[in-house]
């Protein structure tokens, strides 16, 4: 049995000592012993729907970022060879090279 199908029917029957608790000496109160792992365990249960999401959802992305990378060095070598350019006009070739 793995641990996501564990945490997904909710069988807690390995994590008995999650509930111990430890009292204080001084003020006879108790807390949970073992705070960190009960916080832990918690985060993947509320968060285990969401979690390795990636193979179920399709989003049609390129492997690279090879396009973008293009059109900014594009956009670079542009605002560089005309750095004498005003503000608008540097504004325009921006918007005119990338179709806004």
Partial sequence: MNL?????NGKTGGFFFLKERTKDGETGKS????????SARLSIQRH????????????????????PEGTFT?????????????????????C???KV
Avoid at 78 to 90: P, Q
């Fill in 4 to 8: 996501l199908h564990v945490f997904r």
């Fill in 74 to 94: 594009a956009l670079k070598n542009n605002l560089g060879n005309h750095s004498g350019m005003s503000r608008e006009n540097r504004r325009r070739l921006v």
């Fill in 96 to 98: 005119g090279l990338l």
């Fill in 31 to 38: 807390h949970f012993t073992h705070t960190k792992l009960r």
């Fill in 48 to 67: 285990l729907p969401y979690l390795f999401v990636f193979g179920k959802v399709n989003f049609e992305m390129p492997n690279t970022n090879n396009t």
